[in-house]
């Protein structure tokens, strides 16, 4: 399998048209920022999504929840930043609803065959008269050209530093499947998925049950494993589009062909997951925390998730102090019955903690790996098998100056 990363876009994939548009959904005045994108199947694609999990859902959620249950073929989404359209009521319905009406009149499908996602500020009415005349010319400049396909990357961005873009291509018995993928998100992360959207499409044929079977376990081990702050957001999304262009069909009775289209979007996933933790605002370290050794999965995440979302702990890593006490600490408070002095810790090999006591030769080597921009915390509960893991990153004198107001 080759993966790209940093590629121009989704319209690397067969099929698929993509354009972007700066409209000023920010109402500030500024027409230079991309803040529209439309994404067109050229055929009827099979489509799923993951969703949020937080009971405040924004209006495009569930207006996209309902379609794709209503339905298992699509033509577009429609994705704006600088308005999540969240706890806006009924005009917030109405709002997502003529989006897809507009995008459709645009690319020549059926609104109900329109998917819709926003991103940015909770609780304003989208400038919805802005918004149309964003979709039209993006619309206009819809085609499969790497200008537009950047330029669709980068206008779903909010606090983002950088476009979010991979494909991954894989070979097998003379037949090439490609997923490619591009999304959204810095602030507001922690599973089950938060501010982040993500676009995944691909030429392979994939029915809706597999396609969404799929999705769900890719972003499981992904997506749905990564924090930066612990906030959980009203807009999260990840969609799939598969429109079949690559004559490749996918199905469970072929197993080659359903590994196959599996590993692409698992490292599509993957690739989009360390993408966003990577860009966590004001961040300075990305760090992988594994718990192994569990009594079962539910009890490493459990741990891994009470690690990755400590204040402490993350302040620590800010400060590039290997304290490890902080990690324990964080580690028995998620209450899961861990046995203290069974436990072993290591920051990317080197023991800290052996049955519990720490290994204080190797002092002056925590402190080094700690340093690094990345590195992984082990953490061996030597109970039983299951182990799980989560991206998490620190928390810095940048991140609260940059949230403290807007």
């Known amino acids: 399998m080759e993966v790209r990363e940093d590629v121009a876009g989704l319209g690397l994939v067969k099929g698929f048209n993509v354009g972007a548009a700066a409209c000023d959904i920010r109402n500030k005045g500024d027409f230079s920022r991309l803040d529209l994108a439309l994404v067109v199947s050229e055929t009827p694609a099979d489509a799923a ?24 073929k699509m033509r577009a989404i429609v994705a704006n930043s600088g308005n999540a359209n969240a706890c806006t009521g009924a005009r917030g319905s109405e709002d997502a609803e003529k989006m897809c009406e507009l995008a459709a009149a645009a690319a020549g499908c059926r609104k109900e065959e329109v998917l819709v996602c926003s991103t940015g500020r909770i609780g304003e009415f989208m400038p919805m008269e802005k918004v149309a005349k964003g979709i039209a010319e993006a619309a206009s400049k819809l085609s499969d050209s790497d200008e537009q396909s950047a330029a669709a990357s980068r206008a779903i961005m909010t606090s983002d530093t950088r476009p979010k873009t991979v494909i991954a291509t894989v070979a097998f018995g003379g037949k090439k499947i ?56 009203t807009n999260d999304t990840v969609l799939c589009l598969c429109n079949g262009a690559g004559g490749v ?38 760090v992988e925390v594994k718990v192994s050794g569990a009594r079962d999965s539910a009890q490493a995440e459990k741990i891994c998730r009470s690690i990755g979302n400590s204040l402490l702990v993350k302040s620590s890593w800010f400060g590039e102090d290997p304290n490890w006490g902080r990690l324990a600490d964080a580690a028995g408070y998620a209450r899961t019955g861990l046995v203290y002095d069974k436990i072993d810790l290591d920051y990317d090999g080197v023991p800290v903690l052996s049955k519990g006591q720490p290994v204080a030769e190797n002092k002056p080597l925590w402190k080094k790996i700690v340093s690094r921009k990345t590195f992984t915390v082990n953490l061996n509960l030597n109970l039983g098998s299951a182990e799980e893991s989560i991206l998490a990153a620190d928390l810095t004198e940048g991140y609260v100056n940059f949230n403290k107001g807007e």
């Open 178 to 233: 490609s997923v490619a993928g591009m999304a959204k998100g810095a602030g507001m992360i922690e599973p089950n998925m938060a501010t982040m959207l993500a676009f995944i499409v691909s030429d392979a044929s994939v029915a809706q049950p597999l396609l969404k079977k799929l999705l769900k376990e890719c972003a499981g081990k992904t997506f749905n494993r990564m924090t930066v702050d612990g906030d959980m957001s």
């Open 49 to 72: 999504g993951v969703f949020t999990t937080n009971d405040v859902k924004a209006s495009p959620v569930l207006l996209d929840i309902a379609r794709l249950e209503a339905s298992p």
């Open 249 to 286: 069909s996918v199905s469970e009775s072929d197993a080659e062909s359903a590994e196959a289209f599996k590993a692409a979007l698992l490292a599509v996933c993957r690739s989009l997951a360390r993408k966003i933790v990577g860009d966590g605002e004001k961040i300075t370290k990305v």
